[in-house]
């Protein structure tokens, strides 16, 4: 097999901004009883690759057990944003990275699929200086699901050469969902020994994995 296109997530698996996102909860809502936000941050931290629509529908209607609208759910959005972007765009890279995409977005088609919000991540990896090695960007509110299916369709790629990088289960039941081929990142969000996925520690590693199981680089 080789592997033509290559689709990342974003936080854990190019830049280092897990924690950010996390800690962009807790300042959001930190207003609120102490204890329902470990509950939301419990959530977020196990389901790192579900977009923060999710997430604050989560801490609302599971944990507050009150409704909430979609207007007031885009409002908290729009704020844990402002309180995230300057972050992510100056938190470090993932090591091996923009090695890689450097070296590789000529040999193969990249992409990025989050579940980070669109708008936002397209900005932050203008702003990286990235942006220009992705043939598409895409993200939340959209499901990660979905925008791999759309992706795939758009470019009119087979799914046999595709290969996913991500590092939350999400991340894998996606790729699943789309019969995509999946490697884990151990970032901490997931223990992929627990599926028996295998994995890179960072993108350094992806280089070597990808000569050891994609018989060398597509021409």
């Known amino acids: 097999m080789k592997w033509k296109n290559i689709i990342f997530d974003f936080d854990g698996v ?39 629509y999710t997430k604050i529908r989560f801490f609302f209607e599971e944990v507050k057990k009150m409704p909430i609208s979609e207007e007031d759910v885009n409002r908290l959005a729009q704020q844990y944003s402002a309180l995230v972007t300057k972050k992510v765009e100056r938190a470090s890279s993932v090591p091996g990275a923009v090695e890689f995409l450097d070296k590789f977005s000529s040999f193969y088609r990249l992409a990025v699929v989050s579940g980070s919000d669109q708008l936002e991540l397209r900005g932050i990896c203008k702003e990286r200086d990235i942006a220009k090695y992705f043939c598409a960007i895409l993200g939340s509110p959209i499901e990660k699901s979905k925008n791999i299916r759309a992706l795939i369709d758009a470019q009119g790629w087979n799914r046999e050469d595709c290969l996913y990088v991500g590092d939350s289960i999400n991340d894998y039941d996606a790729a699943f969902m789309n019969k995509v081929n999946f490697l884990g ?30 018989m060398g680089i597509p021409l």
Not at 34 to 49: R, T
Not at 185 to 211: M, Q, R, T, Y
């Open 14 to 52: 190019i830049v280092n901004s897990n924690e950010i996102r996390i800690e962009g909860f807790a300042e959001l809502f930190a207003d609120y009883p102490g204890s329902e936000v470990k509950k939301l941050l419990k959530y977020a931290q196990e389901n790192g690759g579900i977009s923060r």
């Open 185 to 214: 990142v151990n970032s901490g969000a997931f223990d992929w020994a627990i599926k028996s996925v295998l994995s890179i520690n960072d993108l350094n590693e992806l280089e070597v994995f990808l000569e050891d199981h994609n």
